[in-house]
């Protein structure tokens, strides 16, 4: 006999009696750890964290001081989330009756538990001042995101809430559900003959994304997925405006690195809310308040369409869908070495579906795979000429228009994405992204980047 892992169990396992005798009962653990008493705790210790320095200019010595505190206190606060991140989770959502997206989450924490995450206003403060002034308050909010997200508890609640449709998006489902049609600053969504035709048109900026987009495209996600009258999905880039790429289509040029050197690409507004958000909606669907027992999301197949090519948060966006097109003159990559920071959940999902060692490739030196390439194989589903991708794309909506194909896919994806894994993954991924949006390496390739001249 063996055990799941393949490996020979080393011990008879216990019985059901034997787990009874060592396990305390539901109600020995309320005794010992009743709730006024861990109420009690959980106080006691938030009292003892220590505050923020205010933002502002600092002399050098100044700067390495409240440096060096901030280290410090880092250190208590991840020790206060490894006891307590339960209860105060439970606090923060009135015992998992609510459920905040991230940004009201952090909000509701800076009030609830005075040194716990930085204020709005510091936040704010600290975004608007120089770039040499900043002390990087969002790394106190990746180590308070990871101490949730480390929880299996409270971090599979909070993966669920973001799941739920957007209050903008159930806004403007009446417009969507009567026209079939919803245009935003970034982004178009288009209802024909049963598909949702998702058409990213920042055409200024090659279609890089910022929080607008970020906002723009979990609306347009969740509109899709609201409506019954949308069976499939389509992404595609519009025709660009931007002088090199005027009339032409171009899928995605990746993060908008002018507004990361500005502090206007958040890692709760854009780099988390976009993992958490559109992308995974586009892998399980939408988390409703009616879920139906033969399934707990509200999904569909997805295709999407790359024109030029897909940069970046682009290529992390192909990840996430079920059949992908290419043009035989397209490219896909992730600058992630050259920008400097994490490249979102592309270094949990990529290396299963490329291989390890491409992976590596691609991420860590930053290797460009065209269509053509041999190894595009594993990226893209098909490969057409610029001048037929139009009606490849449509072959591909009427094959994948099935409802066959939307109950394999469910399975598919749950096989390839554990919920545990996604979890453990992205409570990382909150602490070393905010670490590295604030790194000197990146905001000065990100400064030199806004010095180019446009085009």
Sequence with gaps: MSTPNGQAPTAQAPTAQALTAQAPTA????????????????????????????????????????????????TERTAFLDRHAEQLYDRLTAGRARRPRLDALVAGTASAVPGLVPTPEQLRAERAGPVPERLGYEIDLGVFLRGLL???????????????????????????????????????????????????????????EDEQQVDDMETAVDLALLDPQCGIGLIRGGEMTHPRYAGRRVFSAGIDL?????????????????????????????????????????????????????IGGGMQLLL???????????YLSLPAAQEGIVPGAADFRLPPVTGPRLARQIIL???????????????????????????????????????????????????????????????????????????????GKAGRFTARPPG
């Design 27 to 74: 109600q020995a653990q309320a005794q010992a750890h009743p709730p006024a008493r861990t109420a009690d705790a959980l106080d006691r210790a938030a009292r003892l964290l220590p505050p923020f320095p205010e933002p502002g200019p600092r002399t050098p010595e100044e700067r390495a001081r409240a440096e060096q505190a901030l280290e410090a206190a880092r």
């Design 150 to 208: 480390r929880c299996p508890s409270a971090g599979g609640h909070l993966l669920d809430s973001m799941l739920r449709p957007t209050d903008r998006a159930l806004g403007l489902l009446g417009e969507f559900r009567a026209t079939g049609l919803v245009r935003m600053a970034t982004t178009r969504l288009e209802r024909h003959d049963g598909t949702a035709r998702i058409t990213m048109c920042a055409g200024d900026r090659l279609n890089a």
């Design 258 to 310: 002018k507004r990361l050197h500005a502090g206007e690409i958040t890692l709760v507004g854009f780099l988390l809310r976009r993992e958490l958000g559109y992308l995974r909606k586009l892998l399980l669907g939408l988390r409703t308040d009616r879920p139906s027992w033969r399934y707990p999301f509200t999904d569909m197949p997805w295709v999407a369409a790359v024109d030029g090519f897909a």
């Design 320 to 330: 996430a869908v079920d059949h992908v097109l290419a043009a035989s003159d397209a």
């Design 365 to 443: 030196g930053g290797r460009r795979v065209r269509a053509t390439d041999p190894e595009a194989r594993t990226l893209v589903d098909e490969v057409v000429d610029p001048a037929d991708l139009d009606r490849a794309v449509e072959h591909a909506l009427d094959l994948l228009h099935d409802p066959a194909v939307t109950a394999n896919r469910r399975m598919v994806n749950l096989a390839l994405e554990p919920a545990d894994g996604f979890r453990a993954y992205m409570a990382e991924f909150a602490v070393q992204q905010a670490l590295r949006i604030h790194a000197a390496d990146v905001l």
